[in-house]
């Protein structure tokens, strides 16, 4: 099975702690994890680092050409560097630059290459297109099953 990751960008303690341990619960470890994921901040790489902590493997579907240099603080682009170099397969979606169509096109083909979408999601609309709530609907739309991953009366930044 394989098993894809939306989420927020910036994530409360409470929720990483939530999320982390909902994923050491129920995913397999070593050679039967499949992960796939965007690799942008917050639920993206925290998912992609436990999947490759656990010995899966890592599939990364990139929104764009540039997408590090563009986005992402000296810290996170490290990490996100790190984890893309980890990845067994790394796709670019056919974006030259960040843009809502790019993240949405690398959410839905995300989707696509999953069994099973983990949300770390509020369930709040998203902000633009593109974002978390996009790619749930999406998923949902298209019958994965979905794991929202959130604790009630916890807000986002």
Do not use: K
Not at 26 to 33: E, M, N, S, T, W
Not at 47 to 69: I, N, Q
Not at 104 to 127: M, T
Request: with cysteine; net charge negative.
């Amino acid at each position: 099975m394989r098993f894809g990751v939306t989420g927020h960008r910036i994530l409360p303690p409470s929720i990483v702690d939530r999320a982390v341990a909902h994923w050491n619960r129920v995913l397999p470890a070593g050679a039967q994890l499949y992960g796939v994921s965007n690799l942008a901040d917050g639920a993206d790489q925290l998912f992609a680092a436990h999947v490759l902590a656990a010995g899966g493997t890592l599939e990364v579907v990139l929104p764009c050409e540039g997408y590090a240099g563009s986005l992402f603080a000296d810290d996170s682009r490290e990490r996100f560097e790190d984890l893309r170099r980890a990845a067994a397969i790394v796709t670019t979606m056919p974006f030259p630059e960040p843009s809502e169509q790019a993240f949405l096109a690398a959410g839905q083909a995300l989707v696509d290459r999953c069994d099973h979408l983990f949300a770390v999601w509020d369930g709040r609309p998203a902000r633009g297109v593109g974002g978390t709530a996009d790619v749930v609907t999406y998923a949902r739309d298209r019958g994965r099953p979905v794991t929202v991953l959130w604790v009630d009366g916890v807000l986002r930044a």
